[in-house]
């Protein structure tokens, strides 16, 4: 147990659906991170949350769209996704964004894309 | 090409040695880390290294870094079954406009009884 949950684990949905992903800590941390992984790639930074305020977007497309509503909650909107975007999704969370930090991860969200 | 790399699958018979390798680019990385991802988990710190050290020891784990060839390698002495994971060497980087986690693609280790 990492301190940081995710929900769903799995997530099936059409390309017309809306969903949304969510990711709670429970370690005071003020940073908080959505990363994709998909096979034989790098993980990929998508978002990144600096208590409550997105301090970073690694050009990710509209159709996936972040909310931190506070330092404990990240959340992932989706729509209109694309079957390439079936991937596991990762949320993180460190203490801020100082030199030296280590990330917590979730166990991810396994997400497909009919 | 890729700011981190590393090779994709390793596998090595229980009891033996197995050495997982990375590259970066960014030579004003402070901090290397090496994430395990166990299957249907998400990542966790298995060690890092600071960027002024050349070797890090831990139990099992040794860490080389060579600042120069910027390469960074990760040993597991006496590897189990419970080492098969996939392992994923990161950097904290400077680049545009803040610190980031540059993680590579992660090596699938295999450990074989």
């Known amino acids: 147990e990492t301190g940081v949950t995710q929900t769903p684990r799995h997530l099936v949905m059409g390309m017309t659906n809306k969903k949304s992903l969510k990711c709670e800590q429970h370690?005071?941390?003020?940073?908080m991170y959505w990363y994709k992984q998909s096979a034989k790639k790098p993980l990929e930074l998508m978002f990144v949350?600096?208590?409550?305020?997105?301090?970073e977007n690694n050009s990710v497309p509209s159709r996936f769209s972040p909310e931190c509503p506070n330092s404990s909650h990240l959340f992932l909107h989706l729509h209109t996704l694309q079957p390439e975007d079936s991937a596991l999704y990762l949320c993180?969370?460190?203490?801020?964004?100082?030199?030296?930090?280590?990330?917590?991860f979730g166990a991810g969200t396994r997400l497909s894309v009919l | 090409g890729e700011d981190v790399e590393q090779s994709l699958f390793l596998s090595v018979r229980e009891g033996d040695s197995s050495v997982i390798n990375c590259t970066y680019t960014?030579?004003?990385?402070?901090?290397l880390y090496w994430y395990k991802q166990e299957p249907g988990a998400g990542l966790q710190l298995l060690t890092y290294?600071?960027?002024?050290?050349d070797m890090k020891q831990d139990q099992r784990l040794t860490v080389l870094l060579n600042k120069k060839d910027k390469h960074l390698s990760l040993r597991i002495a006496d590897t189990q079954t419970g080492d098969s994971a996939i392992y994923f060497c990161?950097?904290?980087?400077?680049?545009?406009?803040?610190?980031?986690?540059?993680f590579g693609t992660g090596t699938s280790l295999t450990v074989i009884p």
């Open positions: 993180a969370s460190s203490q801020d964004l100082g030199s030296f930090d280590i990330q917590y």
């Open positions: 370690l005071g941390h003020n940073a």
């Open positions: 949350y600096n208590f409550k305020e997105q301090t």
């Open positions: 960014d030579s004003s990385s402070t901090y």
């Open positions: 290294i600071f960027s002024n050290m």
């Open positions: 990161a950097e904290r980087g400077r680049r545009n406009t803040g610190n980031q986690f540059y």
